[in-house]
């Protein structure tokens, strides 16, 4: 009966553990989802931050998000919600590059204000939401 115990109670430290674990990691992954998006934001409305040093940190940003998504999986019982992050974020990744920094970049601030504004709202909107289901609340 002793060991039989002493087995829940360790079953039960490394289930509180591996469940801080995925808390841990997905309240980190919120701040570089957000750092991402506020570099974005300073490269979009501070015209005079548009050098290659904002540049850089805006690539850096997204590049470290989807390098901790590489290396994260689903926790058990929610593989569809994190399957629905990494197709928000690659969709939202991949929209900045082609389209949303470019047109930063050539000055052209109504369309990006447009895109930032639109359907980028709404996939980071998504993404946070995503994670805090996850576990990173």
Do not use: C, H, Y
């Given at each position: 009966m002793k060991k039989l115990a002493s087995l829940l109670f360790s079953a039960l430290?490394?289930?509180?553990?591996s469940t801080n674990v995925?808390?841990?990691?997905?309240?980190?992954?919120?701040?570089?989802?957000?750092?991402?998006?506020?570099?974005?934001?300073?490269?979009?409305?501070?015209?005079?931050?548009?050098?290659?040093?904002?540049?850089?940190?805006?690539?850096?940003?997204?590049?470290?998000?989807?390098a901790h998504l590489a290396k994260?999986?689903?926790?058990?019982g929610k593989e569809a919600q994190f399957k629905a992050l990494l197709e928000n974020w690659n969709a939202f990744k991949k929209t900045r590059e082609t389209e949303l920094v470019p047109a930063i970049l050539a000055g052209n601030d109504a369309e990006a204000r447009k895109i930032a504004g639109g359907i980028q709202k709404e996939r980071i909107t998504k993404c946070h939401e995503l994670v805090g289901e996850l576990g990173g609340e």
């Open positions: 430290i490394a289930l509180s553990f995925f808390a841990n990691e997905f309240s980190e992954l919120r701040t570089q989802i957000s750092a991402a998006r506020e570099s974005l934001v300073t490269l979009l409305t501070n015209k005079d931050k548009r050098g290659a040093d904002q540049q850089k940190l805006v690539k850096d940003t997204a590049d470290a998000v989807s994260m999986k689903a926790p058990a």
